[in-house]
């Protein structure tokens, strides 16, 4: 057995304490661990129970990140698509010199107010917007200042190609991406602005939306209308074109517009779509209307006789002829020569209360029917007077929207058939369930007939020497303005209504130059010089890409002359 010695003791102790001192670091280490594990744990259960703020300014940021779907023509071509652009924000109680940090962001973005700038970065807030949709250059700029509290958010910016070209189609979208105008506000109103907020469309690639518009052929009309203003010294143009056999709208352009890749310049005076937001009185393009009521009626033949000799008197007023040949005209003629005495005549054989109730039964009462929000209602008296009557039959005293002019047309071309205008692709097996039958084949038979020959020796024959071979036809319309009350002698409206190929009938158009100038360097100011011209060049020009291939020598209207009559004559051509 070892002897115990004083030294042995010594060791122990120190080994003792030695040990003790290790336990009692260990013992608070775990102290300090459980400590910081105890409010990790408190910390992320406070966070569970607490509501976070995921607002910016009051917005969501999931509907501040949120897409739209891309918009393609029938062709699958670009009208409008979402791009990333960074935004930038500020974190005020981050700031540490406001001055410094203002006059900082001033030399990149100096178009900035700089007291407001200044009154933003100011505060002890968590967020704030400071210049919204930049360039990737001024984001890198804004980078390398290296100002504390400034950060870049990612937003969805709309982008439109074409720029101009089909602006009130598009419309537009407001700094926040949501549909203001046009056809982005109608995706909005039909539930996409619900997607968003619900963040379902957020950095989602959402499935374009085809339109029925034909890109090609809308920058051709939107071309044209531009090109009228300075042409006939106009202060507004505008064109639609419809397939008849559908109700789909290719192409709708109105002149001045305005860039929906800057929204603003929407709001600048006469910016708006004079197809479906304006009304007019639209002068002798409404004729065709009054002479497919009478006809279709059984009132009038294609083959009667009206007496136009004397002009139509009401009281101490007479309603004369522009350009009167004041003899025993047929019908055809009066259609040829667009005689308002003719056309009276001929509305009061049908009766002004039936005349008013076709109005209504050919879609000319209330707004026009289509997508777009921008639309206003037509102007048409519940009853006729006896010369309300007449000068309604003739255009005056009235005023509808140019679309549904176009609607109206369509039908009285494509057999009788009046269906709403759609910009969304549609087969005609659904236009016709879901169209109304206005007037039969045979008064569609005459009305083509009556187009036609009005485009070979009335008063589109002008155009049709440009539109040669396309068998395209219509109907003119010169109408007065009314400034102060009453019909000024010098400013007009001219129309030109009309369809191709009318042998087999495919489009219907409508065009107006809204106060051509006599002394233009072109033309007068009457349609046929003008709108009519204008007509047939737009014919001229999209009929190859819709395939429509011209027909030279005198097969060219086959289908047209002659035309059987209800009583078994023949009308044989002109």
Do not use: C
Not at 114 to 125: V, Y
Not at 337 to 365: E, P
Not at 486 to 498: D, E, G, K
């Amino acid at each position: 057995m070892s002897a115990i010695t004083p030294e042995t003791i010594s060791i122990d102790g120190t080994r003792k304490a030695r040990g003790n001192l290790t336990g009692a670091r260990i013992r608070w280490a775990m102290a300090f661990v459980l400590i910081v594990f105890s409010v990790m744990v408190g910390r992320l259960i406070w966070l569970g129970n607490v509501e976070v703020d995921t607002t910016i300014e009051g917005q969501t940021r999931d509907a501040i990140m949120a897409s739209r779907p891309a918009i393609l023509d029938r062709n699958g071509l670009e009208l409008a698509v979402d791009i990333r652009v960074p935004s930038l924000f500020a974190e005020p109680r981050r700031i540490l010199d406001v001055d410094e940090a203002a006059d900082a962001i001033l030399t990149v973005l100096p178009d900035l107010d700089s007291a407001w700038l200044r009154d933003r970065l100011t505060g002890d807030q968590g967020f704030v917007w400071v210049a919204r949709e930049l360039t990737p250059a001024q984001r890198d700029r804004i980078m390398r200042l290296g100002v504390p509290g400034l950060d870049f958010l990612e937003e969805s910016k709309r982008f439109y190609p074409g720029g101009t070209v089909a602006a009130h189609l598009m419309g537009a979208v407001n700094i926040d991406n949501v549909g203001i105008a046009g056809i982005e506000k109608h995706l909005d109103d039909d539930n996409l602005a619900l997607l968003q907020n619900l963040g379902l469309a957020r950095d989602s690639a959402l499935t374009p939306v085809n339109l029925a518009i034909d890109l090609r052929v809308q920058s051709i009309l939107h071309e044209e209308l531009a090109s009228s203003i300075e042409r006939y010294q106009a202060i507004a143009a505008g064109g639609a074109i419809m397939d008849v056999r559908t109700g789909e709208i290719i192409a709708m352009a109105s002149v001045p517009d305005f860039d929906p890749n800057n929204p603003a310049t929407m709001l600048e005076e006469g910016r708006f779509n004079r197809l479906t937001a304006a009304k007019f009185e639209v002068g002798s393009i409404f004729k065709p209307i009054t002479f497919a009521a009478a006809l279709d009626s059984g009132a009038v033949q294609l083959t009667d006789s009206v007496d136009a000799r004397f002009g139509v008197r009401f009281g101490r007023y007479t309603i004369e002829d522009f350009h009167g040949e004041y003899r025993v005209l047929s019908v055809p003629e009066v259609f040829r020569y667009s005689s308002n005495i003719g056309t009276i005549r001929i509305m009061q054989a049908l009766g002004k209360d039936n005349f008013r109730a076709f109005l209504t039964r050919i879609g000319l009462d209330g707004a026009p029917n289509i997508e777009l929000p921008e639309v206003t209602r037509s102007s048409i008296p519940a009853n006729f007077s006896e010369v309300g009557a007449a000068t309604a039959a003739f255009g005056h005293g009235l005023s509808v929207t140019p679309l549904q002019m176009l609607t109206a047309t369509a039908a009285l071309v494509n057999g009788g058939h009046l269906m709403d205008a759609t910009l969304f692709p549609r087969t005609e097996q659904e236009a016709m369930a879901g169209s109304t039958q206005v007037i039969t084949q045979q008064t569609s038979d005459y009305m083509r007939y009556l187009m036609r020959m009005n485009g070979v020796i009335g008063s589109g024959s002008t155009g049709n020497k440009i539109a040669e071979g396309y068998r395209w036809g219509g109907k003119t319309g010169t109408a007065e303005k009314v400034v102060d009350g009453r019909y000024s002698s010098s400013l007009v409206t001219a129309f030109f209504s009309s369809a191709f190929p009318l042998d087999d009938p495919r489009y219907a158009l409508i065009i107006f130059v809204d106060e051509p100038q006599a002394e233009n360097a072109q033309s007068g100011r009457t349609a046929g010089w003008n709108a009519g011209q204008m007509s047939a060049r737009v014919v001229k020009r999209i009929a190859p890409m819709l395939g429509i291939q011209p027909i030279l020598g005198p097969q060219i209207d086959a289908q047209l002359v002659p035309v059987q009559l209800r009583n078994g004559a023949e009308f044989t051509g002109f």
